[in-house]
């Protein structure tokens, strides 16, 4: 297993260790560019195949794999919390299952074994693909429309049933995004800016994220229950498509007159494709709004400049 940089803060005294998995992920790799500045934090980084990119000395890599519970048995001794961020979300149902479920509920077992606080990040997916206007989380039945996304929803269930706490962003933008903006941006590129509509959607930043997560974790520990992970107010996604176009240098496609196929004749070469425009053609704004709801997971919008 190959070791991550390591880096460290100014000297301060740890007060508290938190366990992670997934920490190799597009969320886990924000958390742990988050936590070189937490000297407090002595981590146990879990891991698979992956380490996190980058770990301060404090920190320890121990090996561990979700799909073979008996690997996790007594990881979290000494932990005073757990940040669940691994997931799976291409494979066949078993595969997906032993992670997103079985994996999920090893996790729940060892945290509450060792007394630790477990917060559980998820997807909004497992309410399926909406669209929804305004509607509070609490208030939105789960109705998983994939095998990943009700994998999913079954191991919150377990996590929720040993006490956990469990964050369900929408969609998480940023730094090593490669399938929202990315996907999106080749909508638009071979549709036109009109695929987009009038959408909104309920967005943050995975960095912003990252921070709230520690938050919720050691700081402020969050209250057992769902919460949503999105910035105060829905928006549209042009300026993140923009730019992305911008670093590509590929803005000349998207003004092109001539599209190369209609959405028609799109569809039928692609149906997968109707789930992508329904995505991001389709308005998708939660609230959280409970009088309980911690305002750690409602965040502003950041600050755009060219």
Known sequence: MKRSAS??????????????????????????????????????????????????STDQLVGGDLCTPDTLHGMFAGADAVLHLGHR??????????????????VAAEAHSAGAHLVAVSTAAVHGQGPWDGIDIHDLPEAPGSPTSATRAEGDGIILDRGGTVIRPHIVIGEGDQWV???AAKLVSEFGWEVLGSAV?????????????????VDAPTPPGVWLAA???????????????????????????????????ALQDDPRLAH??????????????CSCAPSIFTTDPPHRVH
């Open 231 to 265: 910035e105060r107010r829905p928006r549209r996604l042009d300026w993140e498509i923009d730019e992305y176009f911008r670093r590509q240098d590929s803005e000349s496609v998207v003004n092109k007159k001539c599209r190369s196929r209609s959405i028609d004749q």
């Open 181 to 183: 903006v990315p996907r």
């Open 201 to 217: 959607h309920s967005i943050i930043e995975v960095d912003e994220l990252a921070r709230r997560l520690i938050v919720a974790a």
């Open 89 to 106: 979300i291409t494979g066949s149902p078993d595969q997906l299952a032993a992670v997103n479920t079985a994996g999920a509920a090893a």
């Open 7 to 56: 880096r460290s803060p100014p000297e301060a005294r740890v007060t508290v260790t938190l366990a992670i998995t997934g920490g190799s992920g597009f969320i886990g790799s924000a958390v742990a560019r988050i936590l070189l500045q937490r000297s407090d934090i002595r981590v146990i980084w879990i891991v698979h195949s992956h380490p996190p990119p980058v770990t301060k």
């Open 276 to 289: 992508d425009l329904r995505f991001i053609g389709n308005d998708h704004h939660l609230t959280c709004v």
